[in-house]
């Protein structure tokens, strides 16, 4: 997974894999030697198969009320207790995790892909193009996020949950909210980059042999600098589901029959001295996800750091 | 000026066929904080078909920025063509789009640069960085530019080129790397490769190996070479005209064997003086010469001949005004009223 990110250029243009040396299986192999990394992403893995597979083995419903059993512990009919509807919360959390971490993934996907057009834009344009996109950075980063966050969904969820039905539509609007807040860190960082590739003696060179401007930016620039955007893009997966669960936690996430992590939690809140598993278990969830992804965020620096040698 | 300059358009009016590149009163400037930096001054030279054009003098002469200019490499702004014309095959580039320059580049004028350890990509291999010039101007498919690009690197002997396009930039040593650029620069065939100090980070053994390959080079490719650097004894093994600049001026322009035997100006004199001899270091305990002073300021240079602080013949009417390029005997210039 960490190798696989970096080998797909030089993969793609057809070097074959003779010897163990291209960058990408290079990063592979220091990656390897981080075991906290290793072990975060065998843990991720992990997390991310239940989510995706969980919900064909356990086919205990989610909806599936059960007043006989409100509120239970962890037992083996309900390995993570029940709620105050006697709903199993291994399959709520199965089900919710997919919402979670696809939210966390596209608002990243989000995050990196404007952090990369306005960085780059900036990174390679001198003068006012490049002024104007840094006060629009530091414009965003200067906004108090929470309540910015609150208002928009607040605004503009009743029109979209008209347009795309309530559940797409507050995926896209809180995809789009938390990618939008997430961005400028990646745009910084991939013009901070842009500004010392550009003048190093291969961009130069690939100019002297009559590449142009998109085509130095597009081949020879940005490959050069994505390994400090894949670690920053981990970070932001990280902080994209926390803040889905804060706005699921605060009541403006998804709807309540989608028990995302944040949701559970938030339900959880009533309940917490008599049954605190009910929170325990999505809010263990949250901390284990975002701490490994933290982890191989960590792993994939060292592995990708050029100047590292291992 | 005026007299050099007339003198510079009779023997280019009467050889525009071997002329390859004529570069006329060509002024680059920069713009600073403190004002215009005059890098390049009113330089004019050209250079043969098939011919090796040394250009010499030491860092901040403007050789570099002479060069860059020619493929319109210089950043504007900050640097601007002030004056004069470059000609390519008779047709004045300074004019030329972008777009109309990139398919100059390496197609027709190839260059090496000075560093090659940073000059290539770190992610992708030598191979796909040939096989990528190949493919943007000779539209060659995939597979054929790898071919090229496999018989490029043996074109400069590298041992095992088949197996070698699949490696990486970091597995190449420094003078290696070297030969990937020069293979790279020629994989087009352009008719004139600059070399801008090809071998000042190479240790003496690999410069003498890339020296040797761009010859054999030149030789087989029938292009002409601009050979830039601050070494006299490359310059003597390697070029049949030699260029010497000073401070962003042409101090003296002569075929090699004549400029060694009778050099005119007092810089290139001193430039000749201060190569280290095997002979004399020997038999004698003598402190190797070299030029008093620095390069003047390009901000705000002097009025009259830029060398005139160091000069050791420097006479009242030096100061006064900057002494024009004047032909002394045939193919022979020199800027010094001497």
């Not at chain 2, 004028?109 to 990509?121: A, D, K, R």
């Given at each position: 997974m960490a190798g696989s990110t970096l080998a797909s250029p030089t993969a793609s243009a057809g070097?074959?894999?003779?010897?163990?040396?291209s960058p990408g299986l290079e990063a592979w192999r220091r990656f390897r030697k981080h075991r906290l990394a290793v072990a975060s992403a065998v843990v991720l893995s992990v997390v991310v198969l239940a989510v995706l597979f969980g919900p064909l083995f356990w086919t205990v419903a989610i909806d599936e009320i059960d007043f006989s059993a409100t509120?239970?512990?962890?037992?083996?009919?309900h390995p993570f207790g029940t709620d105050d509807l006697g709903q199993d919360l291994l399959a709520r959390m199965l089900y919710g995790g997919r919402i979670s971490l696809a939210v966390g993934f596209a608002a990243m996907a989000v995050a990196v892909f404007v952090g990369i057009l306005v960085g780059a834009v900036a990174g390679i344009s001198r003068g006012s193009v490049d002024a104007a996109l840094m006060w629009l950075t530091d414009l965003f980063l200067s906004l108090p996020q929470l309540p910015l966050l609150l208002l928009i969904i607040y605004l503009f969820r009743d029109t979209l949950r008209e347009w795309v039905g309530p559940e797409m539509g507050v995926f896209i609007l809180i995809v789009l909210v938390i990618g939008s807040f997430g961005w400028m860190p990646v745009a910084r960082l991939v013009r901070a980059q842009f500004f010392s590739l550009r003048e190093k003696e291969f961009v130069e060179a690939a100019r002297a042999l009559g590449a142009s401007t998109p085509r130095l930016v597009i081949r020879h620039i940005l490959p050069n600098a994505l390994g400090p955007v894949i670690v920053a893009g981990t970070i932001d997966v990280a902080a994209a589901i926390i803040a889905e669960s804060t706005l699921s936690f605060l009541g403006l996430g998804f709807p309540p029959d989608i028990p995302t992590w944040g949701r559970l939690l938030f339900d959880a809140r009533d309940h917490l001295d008599f049954a605190p598993h009910w929170a325990l278990f999505p809010g263990g969830a949250i901390f284990l996800t975002v701490l490994t992804i933290n982890f191989v965020g960590d792993g994939l620096r060292d592995a990708l750091d050029p100047r590292r040698v291992l | 000026m005026t007299e050099g300059m007339t003198a510079e358009r009779d023997t280019g009016a009467a050889a525009t066929a071997r002329r390859l590149l004529e570069i006329a009163n060509l002024k680059v400037h920069f713009r600073t904080d403190d004002g215009w930096v005059r890098a390049v001054d009113g330089v004019s030279l050209g250079v043969d078909r098939g011919e090796t054009l040394g250009v010499v003098g030491e860092s901040g002469c403007g050789k570099t920025v002479t060069a860059m200019t020619v493929l319109?490499?210089?950043?504007?702004?900050?640097?601007?063509?002030v004056d004069g014309t470059i000609h390519w095959q008779g047709r004045d580039i300074v004019p030329l789009t972008p777009a109309e320059m990139r398919s100059i580049r390496s197609k027709e004028i190839g260059i090496v640069f000075q560093e090659p350890m940073t000059s290539l990509n770190p992610v992708y291999t030598v191979g796909e960085q040939i096989a990528e010039t190949l493919r943007l101007h000779e539209g060659l498919g995939k597979r054929a530019a790898m071919d090229r690009a496999a018989e490029m690197l043996k074109l400069v002997h590298i041992p095992n080129p088949s197996r070698r396009v699949n490696d990486y930039p970091h597995q190449f040593s420094g003078g290696m790397r070297q030969r990937v650029m020069i293979a790279m620069a020629l994989s087009c065939s352009p008719k004139l490769l600059i070399a801008d100090e090809p071998t000042t980070a190479l240790d003496v053994t690999i410069q003498a190996q890339i020296l040797e390959i761009m010859v054999e080079m030149k030789e087989r490719l029938g292009m002409a070479v601009m050979l830039i650097t601050h070494a006299m004894g490359v310059v003597a093994e390697t070029a049949q005209r030699v260029v010497v600049m000073y401070a962003g001026k042409v101090a003296e322009e002569a075929p090699v064997g004549e400029l060694f035997a009778n050099p005119r100006h007092p810089y290139t004199q001193g430039l000749i003086r201060s190569i280290p001899r095997i002979d004399t270091a020997a038999t004698h305990k003598v402190r190797l010469e070299a030029i008093p002073g620095s390069v003047p300021s390009l901000l705000d240079p002097p009025k009259g001949c830029r060398f005139a602080a160091r000069c050791r013949f420097v006479m009242p009417e030096c100061l006064d005004a900057q002494p024009p390029l004047r032909?002394?005997?045939?193919?022979h210039k020199v800027a010094c009223i001497l």
């Amino acid at each position: 997974m960490a190798g696989s990110t970096l080998a797909s250029p030089t993969a793609s243009a057809g070097a074959p894999a003779r010897k163990p040396v291209s960058p990408g299986l290079e990063a592979w192999r220091r990656f390897r030697k981080h075991r906290l990394a290793v072990a975060s992403a065998v843990v991720l893995s992990v997390v991310v198969l239940a989510v995706l597979f969980g919900p064909l083995f356990w086919t205990v419903a989610i909806d599936e009320i059960d007043f006989s059993a409100t509120l239970e512990g962890p037992s083996w009919a309900h390995p993570f207790g029940t709620d105050d509807l006697g709903q199993d919360l291994l399959a709520r959390m199965l089900y919710g995790g997919r919402i979670s971490l696809a939210v966390g993934f596209a608002a990243m996907a989000v995050a990196v892909f404007v952090g990369i057009l306005v960085g780059a834009v900036a990174g390679i344009s001198r003068g006012s193009v490049d002024a104007a996109l840094m006060w629009l950075t530091d414009l965003f980063l200067s906004l108090p996020q929470l309540p910015l966050l609150l208002l928009i969904i607040y605004l503009f969820r009743d029109t979209l949950r008209e347009w795309v039905g309530p559940e797409m539509g507050v995926f896209i609007l809180i995809v789009l909210v938390i990618g939008s807040f997430g961005w400028m860190p990646v745009a910084r960082l991939v013009r901070a980059q842009f500004f010392s590739l550009r003048e190093k003696e291969f961009v130069e060179a690939a100019r002297a042999l009559g590449a142009s401007t998109p085509r130095l930016v597009i081949r020879h620039i940005l490959p050069n600098a994505l390994g400090p955007v894949i670690v920053a893009g981990t970070i932001d997966v990280a902080a994209a589901i926390i803040a889905e669960s804060t706005l699921s936690f605060l009541g403006l996430g998804f709807p309540p029959d989608i028990p995302t992590w944040g949701r559970l939690l938030f339900d959880a809140r009533d309940h917490l001295d008599f049954a605190p598993h009910w929170a325990l278990f999505p809010g263990g969830a949250i901390f284990l996800t975002v701490l490994t992804i933290n982890f191989v965020g960590d792993g994939l620096r060292d592995a990708l750091d050029p100047r590292r040698v291992l | 000026m005026t007299e050099g300059m007339t003198a510079e358009r009779d023997t280019g009016a009467a050889a525009t066929a071997r002329r390859l590149l004529e570069i006329a009163n060509l002024k680059v400037h920069f713009r600073t904080d403190d004002g215009w930096v005059r890098a390049v001054d009113g330089v004019s030279l050209g250079v043969d078909r098939g011919e090796t054009l040394g250009v010499v003098g030491e860092s901040g002469c403007g050789k570099t920025v002479t060069a860059m200019t020619v493929l319109k490499l210089i950043a504007m702004p900050p640097g601007k063509i002030v004056d004069g014309t470059i000609h390519w095959q008779g047709r004045d580039i300074v004019p030329l789009t972008p777009a109309e320059m990139r398919s100059i580049r390496s197609k027709e004028i190839g260059i090496v640069f000075q560093e090659p350890m940073t000059s290539l990509n770190p992610v992708y291999t030598v191979g796909e960085q040939i096989a990528e010039t190949l493919r943007l101007h000779e539209g060659l498919g995939k597979r054929a530019a790898m071919d090229r690009a496999a018989e490029m690197l043996k074109l400069v002997h590298i041992p095992n080129p088949s197996r070698r396009v699949n490696d990486y930039p970091h597995q190449f040593s420094g003078g290696m790397r070297q030969r990937v650029m020069i293979a790279m620069a020629l994989s087009c065939s352009p008719k004139l490769l600059i070399a801008d100090e090809p071998t000042t980070a190479l240790d003496v053994t690999i410069q003498a190996q890339i020296l040797e390959i761009m010859v054999e080079m030149k030789e087989r490719l029938g292009m002409a070479v601009m050979l830039i650097t601050h070494a006299m004894g490359v310059v003597a093994e390697t070029a049949q005209r030699v260029v010497v600049m000073y401070a962003g001026k042409v101090a003296e322009e002569a075929p090699v064997g004549e400029l060694f035997a009778n050099p005119r100006h007092p810089y290139t004199q001193g430039l000749i003086r201060s190569i280290p001899r095997i002979d004399t270091a020997a038999t004698h305990k003598v402190r190797l010469e070299a030029i008093p002073g620095s390069v003047p300021s390009l901000l705000d240079p002097p009025k009259g001949c830029r060398f005139a602080a160091r000069c050791r013949f420097v006479m009242p009417e030096c100061l006064d005004a900057q002494p024009p390029l004047r032909e002394v005997s045939p193919g022979h210039k020199v800027a010094c009223i001497l």
